[in-house]
């Protein structure tokens, strides 16, 4: 190596630069995305992008099983996109003996085709200890939503176990695992 470079900070540091110039040209750019989870006693909230450019915010009620979701417009800034769905079933859940849910979202670039003709980008998991079963729910949507609103059920993908139930379970989504 040449004396140069061994003695002189600054070379260093233009190299170091330039290499930064060049990398920041070439390297994709990728934007960083959050979600955000809260829960308190018997209800939970969840973010998660319906899109490149919006986000639902998904609200779980644990006494009723009522999954609830919203949208706000990119034109109003005002919620226009309602979604609901009861899981209580699709979970074999007996709203009596306190059932206690976990919910989290995550990204599902789900394909377009029959049965999911405009789907949002992400999914919404409802968990359920007791039984031992997870649900995964998506919702309707297109670009079009943004402009006119929406008002539609979720749409369930799938129910499978994590674990043994804690008693019997009954209820499944059709075509759904067990």
């Known amino acids: 190596m040449p004396k140069m470079l ?3 900070p600054l070379v260093w540091l233009f190299i170091g ?3 930064g110039l060049v990398l920041s040209g070439v ?3 990728t934007p960083l995305r959050a979600v955000a989870t809260d829960r308190i006693d018997t209800f939970a909230v969840a973010t998660g992008p319906v899109d490149e450019d919006a986000e639902a915010v998904f609200f779980l009620d ?5 999954l609830r ?3 706000l417009s990119r034109n109003t800034g005002k919620f226009t996109s309602f979604f ?3 899981v209580l079933q699709d979970l074999g859940i007996d709203p009596a003996k306190n059932p206690r849910f976990m919910m989290v979202t995550g990204m599902a670039n789900l394909r377009r085709g029959p049965g999911h003709s405009g789907v949002a980008r992400c999914a919404v998991y409802i968990a359920e200890v007791t039984t031992g079963k997870v649900a995964a729910y998506t919702l309707p949507w297109t670009p079009q939503a943004h402009l006119t ?3 539609a059920p979720f749409i369930p993908l799938d129910v499978t176990r ?3 139930a804690a008693g019997p379970a009954v209820g499944t989504i059709p075509g759904g695992t067990n």
């Open 27 to 29: 390297w994709p750019e």
């Open 6 to 8: 061994k003695r002189n």
């Open 17 to 19: 630069v330039i290499a």
């Open 62 to 66: 644990f006494l009723t099983g009522d």
């Open 84 to 86: 609901t769905y009861n």
């Open 162 to 164: 994590f674990r043994a």
């Open 69 to 71: 979701a919203v949208v």
């Open 149 to 151: 609103g929406a008002k």
